[in-house]
C-alpha cells in the first residue's frame, strides 16, 4: 500500500532555531517527492521538489534532502521564523496507467514562538 | 499569473441538504484535483480529471458526491445530500500534468451542523 509518514506530529521551537522534519514512503514506483507549506486557512504552496537522483534541494532557509534507498526525507528549516508556523506536508508523486499520483503524509504542524 | 480560483471560501449548510463548489484552474492546466482535507489530516483525493476525463475517481462516494469538468476548465463538485462527517476544507488544485507540480487553490471549508 502506497503510504507517507511524517514526524513529528507536531513540533513547537523557539524563533532563531533550527528544525528538522521528517517523512517516510512506501510509494512506488517513484517519481518525485515535494514538500508543501501549508499556512491556516489557506492551501499548501510548493516549497520543493526532488526526483529519484536528488539528494539535496535548497529554498531560501528551507533544505530538503532525500534518500531514495531508504525511501526517506527530511525538510530543515534554518533560523526559524515566527512565520514559519504552518503545516508541512509531504507528498510522494508515483506513476500508474492512470497517470500521476500523488500521495499525502498527514503532516507535521510546526509553531514558531517568541 | 492567475492562480486557482474557488468559491465560495466557507459554507455552512445543515445535514441533508445540497452544497456545490466552484474551481478555475490555471489557464492552459490539463489537470485538476479535488481533494478533502478534515481537519488535522493531509489532504485526500476525491477526484481527478484530465482534460474533462476522469483519470482517478476510486476514493470519491459516488452515492452523495459528483463531480465535473464541463469543456476541460472549470468543475465544480456537489455533495447531496450532506452529512456530518462532510466537514472538511475541499481544495482544488491543477497542473500540467505528468509529474509537474500542482497548485492548490485556497480551498472552501465546508461545516455541516
Known amino acids: 500500500k502506497n503510504q507517507v509518514e511524517q514526524s513529528p506530529q507536531s513540533l513547537i521551537i523557539l524563533e532563531g532555531k533550527n528544525c528538522t522534519l521528517q517523512?517516510?514512503?512506501?510509494?512506488?514506483?517513484?517519481?518525485?517527492l515535494r514538500w508543501y507549506k501549508q499556512d491556516t486557512g489557506r492551501g499548501p504552496v510548493s516549497l520543493t521538489i526532488?526526483?529519484?537522483?536528488?539528494n539535496t534541494k535548497s529554498n531560501g532557509r528551507y533544505t530538503a534532502t532525500l534518500d531514495a534507498d531508504t525511501k526517506q526525507s527530511s525538510l530543515h528549516i534554518t533560523a526559524s521564523q515566527l512565520s514559519d508556523s504552518a503545516s508541512y506536508i509531504c507528498?510522494?508523486?508515483?506513476?500508474?496507467?492512470?497517470?500521476?499520483?500523488?500521495?499525502f503524509g498527514t503532516g507535521t504542524q510546526l509553531k514558531v514562538e517568541l | 499569473e492567475a492562480g486557482v480560483a474557488q468559491s465560495p471560501r466557507y459554507k455552512i449548510i445543515e445535514k441533508r441538504q445540497s452544497v456545490a463548489f466552484w474551481c478555475n484552474p490555471i489557464s492552459g492546466h490539463a489537470t485538476l484535483y479535488w481533494y478533502q482535507q478534515i481537519l488535522g489530516q493531509g489532504p485526500k483525493l476525491l477526484i481527478q480529471?484530465?482534460?474533462?476525463?476522469?483519470?482517478?475517481d476510486s476514493q470519491l462516494p459516488k452515492d452523495r458526491f459528483s463531480a465535473e469538468r464541463l469543456k476541460g476548465v472549470d468543475s465544480t463538485l456537489k455533495i447531496q445530500p450532506a452529512k456530518l462527517e462532510d466537514s472538511a476544507v475541499y481544495l482544488c488544485a491543477s497542473g500540467l500534468g505528468g509529474t509537474t507540480e500542482a497548485f492548490f487553490g485556497q480551498g472552501t471549508r465546508l461545516t455541516v451542523v
Open positions: 526532488m526526483t529519484f537522483s536528488e
Open positions: 480529471f484530465q482534460n474533462n476525463g476522469v483519470v482517478d
Open positions: 517523512c517516510n514512503y512506501t510509494v512506488s514506483p517513484f517519481s518525485n
Open positions: 507528498v510522494v508523486t508515483y506513476l500508474t496507467g492512470g497517470g500521476n499520483k500523488l500521495t
